[in-house]
């Protein structure tokens, strides 16, 4: 199994954005709903938001709008657009496919300040 590679974290004041990204392999790319996850300690990881081959998007509930989920063909790769934070999101981002078809990899720490 590949270990993706998500990036673009970071420390940044409440109500500021962040994009994050994860390129995938084109085989799972091109054939596999994918999805951003996050974690916070003691907790497990949770589904924020996922967008199908057909680039229909699907959010948890408790986003309130906030991000937006993208996929890029031409690069192969995902991304989440995070805007308004709040120190709530402070956790590490993953991605993965949906069903899980890839080793989780590190993450990206996503610290939101007040």
């Known amino acids: 199994q590949v270990q993706l590679v998500e990036s673009g974290g970071g420390l940044v004041q409440a109500g500021g954005s962040l994009t994050l990204a994860c390129p995938l392999p084109?085989?799972?790319?091109?054939?596999?709903?994918l999805a951003w996850y996050r974690q916070t300690p003691g907790d497990q990881r949770r589904w924020l938001a996922s967008?199908?081959?057909?680039?229909?998007?699907n959010y948890a509930d408790s986003l309130k709008g906030r991000f937006t989920i993208s996929r890029d063909d031409a690069k192969s790769t995902l991304y989440l657009q995070m805007n308004s934070l709040e120190p709530s999101d402070t956790a590490v981002y993953y991605c993965?496919?949906?069903?899980?078809?890839?080793?989780w990899g590190q993450g990206t720490q996503v610290t939101v300040s007040l």
């Open positions: 084109r085989n799972l790319f091109n054939a596999n709903i």
């Open positions: 967008i199908t081959t057909t680039n229909r998007p």
């Open positions: 993965n496919t949906i069903p899980i078809q890839s080793q």
